[in-house]
């Protein structure tokens, strides 16, 4: 079935850096345009990052913007986000999610999600 | 940026009950629209996307119109599996995707 396992979150201090996986299976994986999304504590959902299916093109919110990267190998059917300088703020679950539609671009809806990894960032 | 404006912020309901859920945009998004469900603890699911499809496996009792700034997600007869978190998303100015606040869907 259509899975994904993200991996990598914990406890980390402020400034330091993190790097999360997500693990897909179950679809072709190098098809699909691909996000990450988090949700601090109590509160509501933010997008983060996207990439499309190639790698080629990339976006993020302007609150990780130059912080975060987001990455993909396709032969390993991985996604990745590499987070750095991290902040009290970071503090969320963060989910990976696939895109709806297999295209070039992305449809900016998301059908698959993953179970979630949780950051923390506190001293 | 769109700004994503859920009401009301919670509504308590019966199951039976029918339920409208409201998303405005602050700006025209036309259809680019989508609806997603929360349990605690748990992931979102798609529920609606392109402001009115369904998505596949979603129960026929979720329902999405609207276009433009104006949105609803309506439940037409409330179960008990239904009592979770909703939230709509906008995907026309990409990037970056932006959520609604969230409506929280309580038992009366």
């Known amino acids: 079935q259509v899975q994904l396992v993200e991996s990598g979150g914990g406890v980390v201090q402020p400034g330091g850096s993190l790097r999360l996986s997500c693990a897909a299976s179950g679809f072709t994986f190098s098809s699909y345009g691909m996000h990450w999304v988090r949700q601090a504590p109590g509160k509501g959902l933010e997008w983060v990052a996207f990439?499309?299916?190639?790698?080629?093109?990339?976006y993020y919110a302007d609150s990780v913007k130059g912080r975060f990267t987001i990455s993909r190998d396709n032969s390993k059917n991985t996604l990745y986000l590499q987070m750095n300088s991290l902040r009290a703020e970071d503090t969320a679950v963060y989910y990976c999610?696939?895109?709806?539609?297999?295209?070039?671009?992305?449809?900016?809806?998301?059908?698959?999600w993953g179970k979630g990894t949780t950051v923390t960032v506190s001293s | 940026d769109i700004q994503m404006t859920q009401s009301p912020s919670s509504v308590s309901a019966s199951v039976g009950d029918r339920v409208t859920i409201t998303c405005r945009a602050s700006?025209?998004?036309?259809?680019?629209l989508a609806w997603y469900q929360q349990k605690p603890g748990k992931a979102p699911k798609l529920l609606i996307y392109a402001a009115s499809s369904l998505q596949s496996g979603v129960p026929s009792r979720f329902s999405g119109s609207g276009s433009g700034t104006d949105f609803t997600l309506t439940i037409s007869s409330l179960q008990p599996e239904d009592f979770a978190t909703y939230y709509c998303q906008q995907a026309n100015s990409f990037p970056p995707l932006t959520f609604g606040g969230g409506t929280k869907v309580e038992i009366k």
């Open positions: 700006q025209g998004i036309s259809s680019w």
């Open positions: 999610a696939k895109d709806l539609i297999r295209s070039a671009t992305s449809a900016g809806y998301m059908d698959v």
């Open positions: 990439i499309r299916y190639d790698g080629s093109n990339k």
